[in-house]
C-alpha cells in the first residue's frame, strides 16, 4: 500500500510539472511553424531572470521537448527561474554538403538561422509578457553544442551590430549566456567585440573536443574560435566570465547542464543579479566521469 501511495505521488508531481508547460507559436519561417515551451516555477521574484535555452544538435538534430531536458528544467525551476526552451530552424538538417575545414559556408548560414530564431523568440518574448506569463527584459541565455555556439553567437551579433534590422528591439541586450561546449564563428578575421562589451559569460568546455572546438580553427578570414581562446580575449578586455574547463574531457561536456546546475545558479546570482564584474577561470580533473557522446564532427555527420 504504501508503495502504491508513492507511486502516486511521483505521478502527480510530474503531471502537475508537467501542466505549467504553455506552449506558444512565435514564427513561421520558410514554411516551418517554430513554437516555444514555458515552463514557470513558483517564484515571485522579479530580480530572477528569465532563462532560454537551446538544444544541441549540431545544427542537424534535436528537438526542444526532448525528455532528457526535463530534469534540469525542473531543477532551475525549483530554483526560481521561468525557463522557455525554443524551437529553431536546423541549418544543416538533409544538406549534402557538410561543414570542414575547407568548408565553412554551411555552418555560418546554419549558425545565422539559429541566431536569427533565437532573436524572434526572445522578441515574442518581449512582446507577449500577458500571454507567456514571464519577463523577457531580463533574460539570460544557455545552450548546450550547436545552442551554445547560437547563444554566444546571439550575443556577439547584437554586440558588433551584425543583427537585421527589425528582428528585435535595438536596445535589446541580454543579461548573461551560459554555453555548455560552445564557439563564435567569424568570416571577418579575429573575435572583436565593436559596438558594445559582451554579456557576462559562462563558459564549460572539455579540453579535448574534437566537434566543436576548445581551441581555435582558422582558414584566412575564417575563424571558429572556442572557449580558450574566448578566455584570453575576456581576460585581456576585463569582461566578466566564468571559464569551467574539463580538463581531457570532450564534447560529452554539452550533456553538462543538470550536472553544473548549481554552479549556472551561482553565476546568475552574481554576474547578473548582483552585477559583480568577475573573472573566473577553473579547471576540472575527474576521470569518474564516463558520457558517451561523438567524438569528431565525422562522427557527427556521417549519417545525415
Partial sequence: ?????????LVFAAFSFL?????????????????LDVYKSQNTDIKKPLLIYVFGGGFIMGERYDKAFLPFIKGFNDQGFDLVCIDYRLGLK??????????????LKAISMA??????????????????GVNAENTVIMGSSAGAIT?????????????EKGLIRDDFRYKGVVAFAGAIFSSKGRIRYR????????????????????????????????TKKLTKKFEKHNYPYFTYRYEGLGHEVNFFVERNLDDVSKFIDEYVIQGKKIKKDMTVKDPSIKVKSVSSTKELYKNN
Avoid at 500500500?1 to 505521488?9: A, G, P, R, Y
Avoid at 501542466?19 to 513554437?35: H, S, V
Avoid at 526572445?122 to 512582446?127: A, E, I, Q, S
Wanted: charged fraction near 15%.
Fill in 115 to 132: 541566431v536569427e530564431d533565437l532573436l524572434s523568440a526572445t522578441d515574442f518574448l518581449l512582446k507577449n509578457p500577458k500571454l507567456t
Fill in 19 to 35: 501542466k505549467a508547460q504553455q506552449t506558444f507559436l512565435y514564427a513561421e519561417k520558410n514554411g516551418q511553424k517554430l513554437y
Fill in 94 to 107: 538533409n544538406q549534402s554538403c557538410k561543414p570542414g575545414i575547407f568548408s565553412f559556408s554551411p555552418l
Fill in 195 to 226: 559596438n558594445a562589451a559582451p554579456a557576462p559569460t559562462m563558459m564549460f568546455h572539455g579540453t579535448s573536443d574534437k566537434v566543436v572546438t576548445y581551441k581555435q580553427i582558422n582558414l584566412l578570414k575564417w575563424h571558429f574560435t572556442g
Fill in 151 to 163: 547563444v554566444l553567437q546571439a550575443d556577439y551579433s547584437i554586440c558588433n551590430g551584425l543583427v
Fill in 1 to 9: 500500500m504504501k508503495k502504491l501511495s508513492l507511486i502516486l505521488i
